[in-house]
Structures are given as structure tokens and as C-alpha cells.
């Protein structure tokens, strides 16, 4: 899969740093435009313009010489979820920081992230290790359909790393809402999320920098709390970076036969 365009959310913090130089390694790597956008981890907060126009045309500059990219500032301040998903529109890598993978306070427990995804058509990277660790170990949790498409595209991300794929079905929408209401409507996530979760972020595939999970943009569950599928426990459970597929995604090319 080849990409155009990688955008790389940030809020100036440590935490939206690491979103932009593993944006901007990728970015270096596939010879594509990145794009460099505020926005907190609560999609509230906005920014003074003289303040944004400033630490963001620095944090270009460093990217710029340091990676050799081009990079593009995303003149939206607003920080708001619609604006994100309109520039995600463009896009064919979004990349997060690991402050959008801690839950938002809210009464439903949901992780921004989580509200994130349901909304961008493209894959979704949270990024927790630091740009100058390549991933050595990718881990593919094949859950959709086109399983094969997906561990071409973890092959995409982490070229020269060790591969192991993971089988698991989807977790149905009864098991989700039973399993719900047995562990007092916190966690809900079916059958298999488990055992793939603690497979992915356990002892087993403790080294894999980088795991890979296909999940559903948009859920038909009632309330947050009870939609936690496996894309949700594998990031709460990875210690690495962690890329949400859209199972509807369509892969172009090569990438998308089967070996």
C-alpha cells in the first residue's frame, strides 16, 4: 500500500510528539506529504492562532531537516471532531498520540480514540514507542474477511519485521451485550477480544512493537461501555503501537492478493 498523504494529530505535548516523528518517519520512508494538525486528546481545547502559527511553522522546520519531508500545517485550530474527520478525508495514514488511548472521564468509559475511528475512513495508528524504534515484531490479528489484505498492509507498516498472524471471529452483538452486563457494564468484548488481547500485549508477543487489528467504524451496540470489540482490549492491553484497519477499507494493488 502506498501512501500520499500521513496526517499527524498533536497538541504540542511529549505525547503529540511522538504522533509526529513516527508520522514523519513513515512519511520519509514512503516519499509522501505529511500533514501536521492541532488537535487535544478531548477534541475540545482550541489555540490561540499566534500561538499555533508559531510552535507549529518550528515543529515544521525540525521535520523538515530532520527528515527531509514535506510537511503541510492544517490551518483548522478548531481541535473539534469534525474537523479531523474532514481532514482524514484526504488522507491514507492518520497518527495519534498515546494520550488518545486513555479513557475521556465520560460516564461510558470511552477512549478518544474510540470516538475517533468510528468517524475517519483510513487506518489509524496510535503511536506509544518512540520514532527510532523500528518495528522489529508485528503482530496481525486477522478478524475481518479479507484477512490477507490485512496482514499485507502489517507488512506495508513494518517492512523488514517479523510477522505473526492471529486468527479470531468476531465477536457477535448477544455476546457482547451478555458479556456486558456479567462484568457490571464496564467491559464488554465478546468471545474472542480476550484471548487476543492478552495474546497481542501478553507474555507470548511481548516484543511486537506494532499490532494490527481490524475494527468497524461504526457500532450498533447500546452505550460505549458495551461495544468494547477487540480493536478496544488490544489497545488497552499493547504496550506497542497499535493500528486500527477499517474492515470495510479497500486495498489497492499488490498488497491485496494473497501470497
Not at 475481518?144 to 471471529?169: E, F, M, Q, T
Not at 480476550?194 to 475494527?215: E, K, N, S, W, Y
Request: with cysteine; glycine share 8%.
Amino acid at each position: 500500500m502506498h501512501f500520499d498523504a500521513i496526517l499527524a494529530l498533536t497538541d504540542f505535548s511529549p505525547q503529540g510528539q511522538l504522533a509526529v516523528l513516527r508520522a514523519a518517519s513513515l512519511a520519509r520512508r514512503e516519499r509522501c506529504l505529511l500533514k501536521i494538525m492541532y488537535a487535544p486528546a478531548d477534541l475540545q481545547a482550541d489555540i490561540e492562532a499566534g500561538a499555533w502559527r508559531e510552535t507549529s511553522r518550528r515543529i515544521a522546520s525540525d521535520i523538515h531537516a530532520r527528515f527531509g519531508v514535506l510537511v503541510k500545517n492544517v490551518a483548522d485550530i478548531r481541535g473539534h471532531l469534525d474537523a479531523v474527520a474532514e481532514e482524514a478525508r484526504w488522507v491514507d495514514l492518520l497518527v495519534v498520540g498515546p494520550g488518545w488511548d486513555r479513557p475521556d472521564g465520560s460516564l461510558s468509559g470511552c477512549l478518544p480514540v474510540e470516538r475517533l475511528q468510528r468517524v475517519v475512513p483510513c487506518p489509524l495508528l496510535v503511536a506509544r514507542i518512540e520514532a527510532a524504534c523500528r518495528y522489529r515484531r508485528v503482530v496481525a490479528i486477522d478478524s475481518a474477511p479479507d484477512a490477507a489484505a490485512l496482514l499485507h498492509l502489517a507488512r506495508s507498516i513494518g517492512h523488514d519485521a517479523g510477522h505473526v498472524p492471529l486468527h479470531a471471529s468476531a465477536p457477535t452483538l448477544g455476546t457482547r451485550l451478555r458479556d456486558g452486563l456479567r462484568r457490571a457494564w464496564v467491559r464488554a468484548a465478546g468471545r474472542s477480544a480476550p484471548d487476543i488481547a492478552t495474546r497481542a500485549g501478553g507474555p507470548r508477543h511481548a516484543r511486537a512493537q506494532l499490532t494490527v487489528v481490524a475494527r468497524h467504524r461504526r457500532s450498533n451496540c447500546i452505550g460505549d461501555a458495551l461495544c468494547r470489540s477487540a480493536a478496544g482490549h488490544v489497545l488497552s492491553r499493547s504496550s506497542g503501537d497499535v493500528l486500527l484497519v477499517p474492515h470495510d477499507l479497500r486495498l489497492q494493488g499488490p498488497i491485496a492478493a494473497t501470497d
